[in-house]
């Protein structure tokens, strides 16, 4: 089955990555995106994990995983190469409501991350709900390519104008002739 897409606010929820290694930093590269509410714990952290999170205030433990560390975190990333691990904190999981991934282990996740493109309020995700995380990343990078540079700047725009209107039909024809305008003037059809 497929994961569902959708989109969480994650201010104000608190984050756990367990792991400090590459693939835990490439994690921790995408989350900063959204939220600074992280925690790491991992028995030791990659030169360049470490400077990264320093860079961003991120909060770091240099020791092993326990059970129990999951209490109070809302979200929980698993990103070690230790498959036990992931099985026992996915597993440690299941009597609260705190969502896990475990990375490259479809099978112990709750939610996946996407590939995903972000510029300004403009967040697009691309997904193969595991099959082809490889597939994903190029795609982004092909999709990406394709988002004229001033997009941030209409969607900056697009916000300001809907906070001077008011709801309703007329609104609603306004903002879809404006962004078909867009459209046919940055992108070949």
Do not use: W
Request: charge should be positive; hydrophobic fraction near 40%; aromatic fraction near 12%.
């Amino acid at each position: 089955m497929s994961f569902f897409p959708a989109y969480f606010n994650l201010n104000h929820k608190e984050t756990l990555l367990v792991g400090g290694g590459y693939i835990a930093l490439e994690k921790l590269e995408k989350l900063v995106d959204f939220t600074k509410d992280i925690t790491v714990i991992s028995k030791e952290f990659s030169e360049e994990f470490s400077s990264f999170a320093k860079k961003h205030n991120i909060e770091m433990q240099e020791r092993p995983y326990v059970k129990g560390d999951i209490d109070g975190f809302d979200v929980v990333i698993v990103a070690t190469n230790t498959v036990a691990l992931h099985k026992k904190i996915f597993e440690e999981s299941r009597t609260s409501r705190i969502l896990v991934n475990s990375v490259d282990d479809t099978a112990y996740c709750d939610f996946i991350f996407p590939s995903y493109v972000k510029q300004g309020d403009l967040t697009l995700s691309i997904s193969t709900s595991g099959a082809s995380p490889a597939f994903a990343k190029r795609f982004r990078a092909y999709i990406e390519k394709l988002i004229p540079s001033s997009t941030e700047s209409f969607l900056k725009e697009m916000k300001a104008l809907r906070k001077t209107m008011p709801k309703g039909r007329d609104r609603m024809k306004f903002f879809e002739e404006k962004t078909d305008k867009f459209i046919a003037e940055n992108f070949k059809q």
